[in-house]
């Protein structure tokens, strides 16, 4: 596997074209390491990649290996120690990252993180109105992408914990979508879903990124949604190379 890993880095560069649109977000040489008062922990080690609109990438590896903090670089919640990571060619690091958060990158957890107190229409809406947009506008936009992810209007009103596994996770990729981004980051999006609602969230997503454009890349342990991806990184030890 190892030597796997050193043909890959030293003579691939194929990740510098694995889309079918534009490139939209590149990492160059990013490391980052945990420090604790004992040990550094290498979490991430020398990573370049590169992502294309209109396209669904998985990254797959066991637990540990780096997987869930590389996609919160990329989230721009934490900055790398080494390389950096550029947003249509801009340094991540130079930018707002609080608002590049609300309108261009939009983390989807496999916990959903929906707001309790908020039914489905107002979580949807939430993002649109921190940009402002008027609230009726807001409105009509949340139930025309709530009925894009395939939910129906009795589904608007009610409340998290009135809902399935599945719809919850619908609710939470719509209200990615409804920031108006083009990159959806998603962290094991089918880990908490049977075997019927994960195929309905992995047709979703691969329906994101082919049919509307979107760049969708996808942490995840599940073959289904590897096997879905149009292309698969692996990592393992904090380094990544692209399988397929």
Known sequence: MRKEQDEWFQGNRDWERMGS???ILRAEKV????????????????????FDTGTVYAIVGKSGSGK??????????????????????????????????LRQASVVYQSFHLFPLLNALENVMLPMEFQRIPKKEAGRRAREILR?????????????????GGEQQRVAIARA???????????EPT?????????????????????????????????KVEEAADHVFRMEDGMLWHVR
Do not use: W
Request: proline share 3%; charged share 25%.
């Open 68 to 101: 869930s903090t590389l996609l919160s670089l990329f989230a721009g919640l934490d900055l790398p120690d080494e390389g950096g990571i550029y947003v249509q060619g801009q340094p991540l690091k130079e930018m707002d990252r609080d608002a590049y958060r």
């Open 191 to 223: 880990g908490n879903l049977d075997s019927e609602n994960e195929e309905k969230i992995v047709g979703l997503l691969k329906s994101l990124a082919h049919e509307d454009g979107y760049t969708v890349i996808v942490i995840t342990h599940n073959p």
């Open 177 to 187: 979508v409804a920031a108006g981004g083009e990159i959806i980051l998603a962290d």
């Open 31 to 50: 490391s980052y390491s945990y420090r604790t008062k004992y040990q550094k922990v290498d979490a991430v080690r020398d990573v370049s990649c590169a």
């Open 148 to 164: 894009r992810v395939g939910l129906t209007d009795k589904v608007y009103r009610q409340f998290p914990k009135m809902m399935s």
């Open 21 to 23: 649109g534009m490139e």
